[in-house]
């Protein structure tokens, strides 16, 4: 399996400004997947971030808005740049499993994002 | 392109009663994977189950069950017994290969009341 941890589990920030999201992952996976769920919506893909690779964003999302980092196969980061409410979001990031777990999707515990 | 329907936006029971959450997918891949995942109100995704479009045997673990069907194209969940622990969003999701990112439904809200 995989073990994700996210952080900041929550913020609450200020509009105009940036937040940086980071994922770590326990074991070393070839893609990393960001996802946004805005209030009582289902999940969207963002990106899927490749490491050594620019990510690839879904229709919708760009790569100035949310910039994503990926320096090595166990971590990622997201950035939300600046911010209005309309990004007020849970992000989550997920990774599949290796091995026998490869058809598993692993998801961290999510950041609540509340922008002001 | 994959799709996953969740036609039953919110559920209410009184518990005990059995309840039983729809999904249906659309695909055009002979080989695909199902998921269910539970989303309790603190917000982190709880795995439930995967399936196979090769393995349509329901499978049953304590009070969930889940009914894999490819002739109908639905992969509907059903908790016997319902609690209020099970008060949540259950979201049904697909990938069309292993590694990929998921599709998610909608989601189907229950609330299990005393």
């Known amino acids: 399996s995989a073990v994700i941890s996210q952080k900041p589990s929550r913020d609450i920030c200020q509009r105009g400004t940036s937040l940086t999201i980071q994922c770590q992952v326990d074991s070393q996976v070839t893609m990393m997947f960001w996802y946004r769920q805005q209030p009582g919506q289902s999940l969207t893909l963002i990106a899927t971030?490749?490491?050594?690779?620019?990510?690839?964003?879904e229709s919708g999302f760009v790569i100035d808005k949310f910039p994503i980092s990926r320096p090595n196969l166990t971590f990622s980061t997201l950035t939300v740049s600046n911010m209005s409410p309309e990004d007020s979001s849970i992000y989550l990031c997920s990774v599949n499993g290796q091995g026998r777990w490869h058809t598993e999707a692993f998801f961290g515990q999510g950041t609540r994002l509340t922008v002001v | 392109a994959q799709k996953v329907t969740q036609a039953q936006t919110e559920i209410s029971v009184v518990e005990k009663e059995d309840v039983t959450l729809d999904c249906v997918y659309e695909t055009r891949d002979t080989t695909y994977y199902l998921f269910w995942y539970k989303q309790p109100p603190s917000g982190e995704l709880v795995f439930l189950i995967r399936?196979?479009?090769?393995?349509?045997q329901n499978e049953i673990s304590g009070r969930y069950s889940w009914n894999f069907q490819k002739s109908t194209s639905s992969f509907n969940f059903t908790i016997t017994a319902s609690q209020v622990v099970d008060s949540a969003v259950y979201f049904c999701?697909?990938?069309?290969?292993?590694?990929?990112?998921?599709?998610f439904g909608k989601g189907t809200t229950l609330s299990v009341s005393s």
């Open positions: 971030a490749n490491q050594g690779s620019e990510a690839t964003y």
């Open positions: 999701a697909s990938a069309n290969q292993a590694g990929t990112a998921l599709i």
């Open positions: 399936r196979n479009s090769f393995d349509e």
